[in-house]
């Protein structure tokens, strides 16, 4: 099958009816697009494991981001607490 559609200015494209029907396709759902070499285009419907993966990888960099800027790198839990808790009061 073949479908012609229009861009908006946006760079929107309306995915006809039939296609959301036989992908299953919901509003609001991921979508993958994939593009061939040859530049030939594929739209797939998302699936979870590439939603999480991809939520996996974003954690790993905010990890990373934060390991990077950690100025307390090393420390063990007791004195990281110690540092954010200041000096304990005397009894």
Same mark, same amino acid.
């Given at each position: @099958?073949?479908?012609?559609?229009? @861009?908006?200015?946006?760079g *929107?494209?309306?995915?006809?009816?039939?296609?959301? +029907?036989?992908?299953?396709?919901?509003? #609001? *759902?991921?979508? *993958?697009?994939? @593009?061939?070499?040859? #530049?030939?285009?594929?739209?797939?419907?998302?699936?979870?494991?590439?939603?999480?993966? %991809?939520?996996? %990888?974003?954690?790993?960099?905010? *990890? %990373?981001?934060?390991?990077?800027?950690?100025? @307390?790198s090393?420390?063990?839990?007791? +004195?990281?607490?110690?540092?954010?808790? #200041?000096p304990?009061?005397?009894?």
């Amino acid at each position: @099958m073949r479908y012609e559609t229009n @861009m908006t200015v946006k760079g *929107q494209i309306t995915v006809p009816k039939d296609v959301r +029907d036989q992908l299953g396709l919901k509003p #609001g *759902q991921k979508v *993958q697009i994939e @593009m061939s070499n040859d #530049g030939d285009v594929r739209i797939l419907r998302a699936s979870p494991e590439a939603k999480h993966e %991809a939520r996996l %990888a974003r954690v790993r960099e905010v *990890q %990373a981001a934060f390991k990077a800027q950690d100025p @307390m790198s090393g420390m063990s839990n007791a +004195d990281w607490f110690a540092a954010v808790r #200041g000096p304990e009061p005397e009894v």
